[in-house]
């Protein structure tokens, strides 16, 4: 007896509807890139999707981890070179 398939077509995105406006990623792929590891506590891991899941709820749009990482790294540098 073969098990039941479940119906996963609700979480599929087609290609290009999540990138509506340019992103960090896009972006930053014209410019050459570097790819970093970043190892998260299952804590950190957890409230990181948690954000990522309230962001697509309130504005529509999902959100990759990268960049929401991407971002957060930028606004630090940002911030620590106007200091």
């Given at each position: 007896?073969?098990?039941?398939?479940?119906?996963?077509?609700?979480?599929?995105?087609p290609?290009?509807?999540?990138?509506?406006t340019?992103?960090?990623?896009?972006?930053?792929?014209r410019e050459?890139t570097k790819?970093?590891?970043?190892?998260?506590?299952?804590?950190?891991?957890?409230?990181l999707v948690?954000?990522?899941?309230?962001?697509?709820?309130?504005t529509?749009r999902?959100?990759?981890?990268?960049?929401?990482?991407?971002r957060?790294?930028?606004e630090?540098?940002?911030?620590?070179?106007?200091?």
């Amino acid at each position: 007896m073969s098990k039941p398939k479940g119906d996963l077509s609700s979480l599929i995105i087609p290609k290009g509807a999540a990138e509506k406006t340019p992103t960090l990623t896009s972006i930053s792929a014209r410019e050459g890139t570097k790819s970093l590891t970043v190892k998260l506590s299952n804590t950190d891991y957890a409230r990181l999707v948690r954000y990522t899941t309230l962001q697509l709820e309130q504005t529509g749009r999902r959100h990759t981890h990268q960049e929401v990482m991407v971002r957060a790294l930028l606004e630090l540098l940002t911030r620590d070179e106007k200091e």
